[in-house]
């Protein structure tokens, strides 16, 4: 990683720490996409994401299963925006249930041929997809970005918890999205965060998150 990676990733780490940071690094990129706003408009196709499985994007599958494997083991998982099955692959094994909801029924197809014994596949718009189960865990692996109202629907998708359920959501540390990553902070209890890297600069915020509501309860 060069040198200038090297502070582009402390930079974002400390605006992602820091919610006032991160409202300052918001305001001078105004210009730019706000995700609380403005949706990602692109959510692509099988084609688009052929690349999610190559070692760059490891980093990020590696917490979110670290993750799952500490706070949910053996848990149910619903992971919103599952695309291909990347994700599915690296965790399904350590579930007695995973579902995966993708709209693009290109990438559901690849998923179910995965052959994965204790996952379930389904073609699904996350925007207004309504699960008629609990689940221990609900994952958001890069997928509020392309949601109309990204706050609202982790609210919605939160109701569905189990008492003892979290919330994982991964999100790319860019500008952009550190209105949308503060706002997530802000709005439930952080049981942990961790912010990653890989050699090509590109940095990830990975959240475990409970509900405020059943921290009280």
């Known amino acids: 990683m060069s040198a200038w990676q090297r502070l ?20 001078l990129g105004r210009r730019s996409r706000d995700f609380l706003s403005t949706p990602d408009p692109s959510p692509g196709t099988l084609e688009t994401w052929a690349g999610l499985g190559d070692l760059d994007d490891a980093p990020r599958y590696g917490v979110i299963a670290a993750y799952l494997r500490r706070l949910v083991p053996d848990g149910s998982i619903l992971d ?55 689940f221990d865990a609900i994952v958001f692996n890069e997928s509020l970005y392309y949601l109309p109202d990204p706050l609202a629907a982790l609210a919605r998708y939160a109701k569905t ?39 090509a600069g590109v940095t990830w915020v990975v959240m475990a998150l409970k509900p405020i509501t059943a921290l009280i309860s």
Do not use: M
């Not at 582009?8 to 305001?27: D, E, H, I, M, N």
């Open 80 to 134: 919103v925006g599952c695309a291909q099955g990347v994700l599915a692959a690296e965790v399904a094994h350590l579930t007695h249930r995973y579902l995966g909801i993708e709209r693009d029924a290109a990438c559901v197809g690849a998923a179910r041929q995965l052959g994965l014994n204790n996952a379930e596949f389904r073609v699904a718009d996350a925007s207004n997809f309504a699960p008629d189960e609990a």
């Open 8 to 27: 582009k990733f402390q930079v974002f780490a400390a605006s992602v720490r820091s919610p006032s940071f991160s409202g300052l690094l918001t305001r």
């Open 161 to 199: 918890l189990t008492p003892q359920g979290v919330l994982i959501v991964s999100a790319t540390a860019y500008r952009p999205a550190l209105r949308l990553i503060s706002a997530i902070r802000e709005s439930y209890s952080l049981l942990e965060q961790t912010t990653v890297s890989n050699e």
